[in-house]
């Protein structure tokens, strides 16, 4: 169920990480911390904590309360 969720708000997140030519995977969901990879342009982006931080996981604990971090693997 919370995967599911995670996963919705990260297809929005996709569309956005597309357009630059990258991508997000979701690797695990534990304790409340989503684990995510970076892929494309993104995995190699200098921006990509910026990223990670303002965005990805902003949006995903605004979407979902019981996210505690995000954390990139």
């Known amino acids: 169920m919370l995967r599911g969720k995670v996963e919705e708000v990260l297809e929005r997140i996709?569309?956005?990480l597309r357009a630059e030519g990258g991508d997000i995977e979701l690797v695990d969901i534990r304790d409340g911390i989503v684990y995510v990879r970076l892929k494309g342009t993104c995995g190699t982006c200098s921006?990509?904590?910026l990223t990670m931080k303002n965005w990805?996981?902003?949006n995903l604990k605004k979407e979902i309360?019981?996210?505690a971090a995000?954390?990139?693997v």
Do not use: T
């Open 14 to 16: 996709r569309a956005g």
């Open 47 to 49: 921006m990509s904590a």
């Open 56 to 58: 990805v996981e902003a």
């Open 65 to 67: 309360p019981e996210i």
């Open 70 to 72: 995000v954390r990139s």
